[in-house]
C-alpha cells in the first residue's frame, strides 16, 4: 500500500515575491533531498518579508511518481517551471548511473544559459553531469559515487572531502545531509548570514558545519596481496601505533632490504609506509574520539602515535577538515 502526496505550489496568505525556486519531481524521488529543499525554500517563512523565495515543483515525467518510502507523488507542473526559475534543485537521482532524459537534460541547459543557477544534492550530481553542465568544472558528490562518476565523466574535477562545492551558477553537494549544508550556503548568499542563522535554527542544525565529508568515510581495508608475508607485520604496524615505526625496522622485521620492503608494502596496501601509517593514526585516534570520552585529546594524540595534540590537530585539520575537539563534538553531542 502507497500513500499519494499532492505536491503544491506554496499557498500560503503570505504570497512572497523573490527568486522562484524549483525542485524537480521524478519517478524514484530520493524524498529526503526533496525535503531538504522544500524546507529551506518551500516552507512559508513571512518574517522574512516579501522578498522571500517562491518555491514550485516541476516534474519531469507524467505522474503518478513513485517516490523512496512507499510514497506515490502526484505534480501538476512539468518541464516549463524551468523556464522561468531562478534556482533549480535536483534532489538526488533514483541511480547514480541512471540515463538522464534527454528532454529534462535540453531543459536545464537552457535555464542556466539564460542565467539560472543549477544546484545538486547528493547523486543529482549525475543529472548535472548527463546535461553537460559540469564539463571542466569542481563538483562533489557522496563519497560512496566519486568513483563511478569520476569515471564516466573525466572532465569534471571530483572533490570527494568537502560538503559542497559553489562554482557560481553550478552548486553541488556532498551526502544527503550536506544538502542542508549547501540551501544555508545559498541563503547566506541571497539575504545574508542573519537569514541563514534564522533558517538554521528553524531546522535545529548549525548554521554552517566544520569540516567536509573526509570525517565520515570509512577507513578502506588494504589490499594484502603479499598475504601471509606482510599481513603479520601490518597487524603488529597496527597494534604499535604508539610507537615509532622506522622504515629499516620495519624492514627488518620483514626479512627485507628497505627497497623491497618499501616496493611490496606499496604494492600490497596501495600507499607509501608513511602514508599507511598516517592513514591508520587519524583511524584510531577518530575512533577514540567517538567512543572514548572520558580521555583526554592530549593521552590520544600520544596513543595514537602523533606525539602531542598539536601535531594530531594539523592533520586533522589537513586531512579532515576539521580539529580533534569538532569531530568528537560531531560525533558524542
Known amino acids: 500500500m502507497t500513500d499519494t502526496v499532492k505536491i503544491m505550489p506554496n499557498t500560503s496568505p503570505h504570497r512572497t515575491k523573490g527568486p522562484l525556486v524549483a525542485a524537480l519531481a521524478y519517478d524514484g524521488l530520493c524524498t529526503f533531498e526533496f525535503g531538504i529543499a522544500y524546507e529551506v525554500f518551500g516552507l512559508p517563512r513571512p518574517e522574512m ?5 517562491r518555491f514550485s ?13 512507499g510514497l506515490t507523488v502526484a505534480v501538476d507542473k512539468g518541464l516549463e517551471v524551468l523556464e522561468e526559475a531562478d534556482l533549480i534543485v535536483v534532489p538526488g537521482w533514483r541511480a547514480i548511473d541512471a540515463p ?3 528532454p529534462l537534460a535540453a531543459a536545464l541547459r537552457a535555464a542556466h544559459q539564460r542565467g539560472a543557477r543549477v544546484m545538486s544534492l547528493c547523486s543529482g550530481v ?13 563538483a562533489t558528490t557522496h563519497w560512496r559515487y566519486v568513483a563511478s562518476v569520476a569515471a564516466r565523466y573525466p572532465d569534471i574535477t571530483l572533490d570527494a572531502n568537502v560538503l559542497y562545492v559553489d562554482e557560481g551558477s553550478i552548486l553541488t553537494a556532498a551526502g544527503s545531509a ?3 549544508d549547501l540551501s544555508l550556503h545559498v541563503v547566506r548568499g541571497d539575504f545574508g548570514p542573519d537569514a541563514a542563522n534564522s533558517v538554521a535554527r528553524r531546522l535545529v542544525v548549525p548554521p ?23 599481513g603479520p607485520l601490518i597487524e603488529w604496524m597496527r597494534e604499535k ?18 627497497r623491497t620492503f618499501q616496493r611490496r608494502f606499496e604494492a600490497a596496501t596501495g600507499e607509501s609506509v608513511g602514508e599507511w601509517l598516517l592513514k591508520e593514526r587519524l583511524r584510531h585516534a577518530r575512533d577514540l574520539l567517538e567512543k572514548e570520552l572520558a580521555v583526554s585529546l ?16 594539523h592533520h586533522f585539520r589537513r586531512r579532515l577538515g576539521t580539529s580533534p575537539g569538532a569531530y568528537r563534538k560531531s560525533f558524542c553531542g
Open 57 to 69: 515543483v516541476c516534474g519531469i515525467e507524467s505522474g503518478p511518481l513513485r517516490a523512496a518510502g
Open 126 to 138: 549525475a543529472v548535472l553531469a548527463g546535461a553537460g553542465l559540469l564539463a571542466g568544472r569542481r
Open 298 to 313: 592530549d593521552d590520544i594524540a600520544i596513543s595514537s602515535g602523533f606525539g602531542t595534540l598539536a601535531t594530531m590537530r
Open 208 to 230: 554552517h558545519r566544520e569540516g567536509g565529508q573526509a570525517q565520515f568515510i570509512a577507513a578502506p581495508v588494504p589490499e594484502e596481496r603479499e598475504g601471509m608475508r606482510l
Open 100 to 102: 538522464v532524459p534527454a
Open 178 to 180: 550536506a544538502g542542508i
Open 241 to 258: 601505533l604508539s610507537e615509532e615505526q622506522p622504515i629499516n625496522l620495519l624492514a627488518k622485521r620483514a626479512g627485507m632490504s628497505m
Open 49 to 53: 518579508g516579501e522578498g522571500w523565495y
